[in-house]
């Protein structure tokens, strides 16, 4: 979730970016410490002589699974930026995501696990678990193709 304020509209560039209706922001603030998703589609011009990568910031899975799915191959970076409080690691962490699950830990507690490329998982949970081991785990997300065959590392 993300929150502006209208003395942070850039109106400036509004022809140049923003042909759709769009408002253009040069500040936002993240309004609750989550996972934040980065998205980048690439977006071809009309004429085919130029192409963008626009990324999208989002925070709810369900709309990155649609998001994904709508972007097909035009999905050129997926990564999600993870809160220290994830990480245990001073400041921010952007890793390229792979797969995000969802589930009852064996303890009872419930946890959501982002799945990095690399195999890393991170989690809001103190006791991460494997998505293996979870009760009533769900599957919310998967990138098209594998993660690397490692083993995993935890954090969180």
């Known amino acids: 979730m993300f929150i502006t304020h209208p003395e942070?509209?850039?109106?400036?560039?509004?022809d140049l970016f923003s042909d759709d209706g769009s408002r253009l922001w040069q500040?936002?603030?993240?309004?609750l410490i989550v996972p934040v998703f980065l998205v980048g589609i690439a977006q071809v011009d009309e004429d085919g002589d130029l192409s963008v990568t626009r990324v999208h910031e989002l925070t709810?899975?369900?709309e990155l699974a649609q998001l994904a799915k709508i972007a097909g191959g035009r999905l050129v970076?997926?990564?999600?930026?993870?809160?220290?409080?994830?990480?245990?690691?001073?400041?921010?962490?952007t890793a390229p995501l792979h797969a995000v699950w969802s589930g009852t830990a064996p303890n009872g507690t419930f946890?959501?696990?982002y799945v990095s490329t690399s195999g890393r998982r991170y989690s809001s949970a103190s006791n991460l678990?494997?998505?293996?081991?979870?009760?009533?785990?769900?599957?919310?997300?998967?990138r098209p193709g594998k993660a690397q065959k490692r083993s995993p590392t935890f954090i969180g």
């Open 60 to 62: 709810d899975v369900t």
């Open 129 to 142: 678990v494997h998505e293996r081991q979870m009760l009533n785990r769900q599957l919310h997300f998967r």
């Open 27 to 31: 500040h936002v603030e993240l309004q």
């Open 111 to 113: 946890q959501t696990v």
């Open 77 to 93: 970076t997926l990564d999600v930026l993870l809160p220290p409080y994830m990480t245990r690691k001073p400041g921010w962490f």
């Open 8 to 14: 942070f509209e850039f109106p400036d560039f509004h």
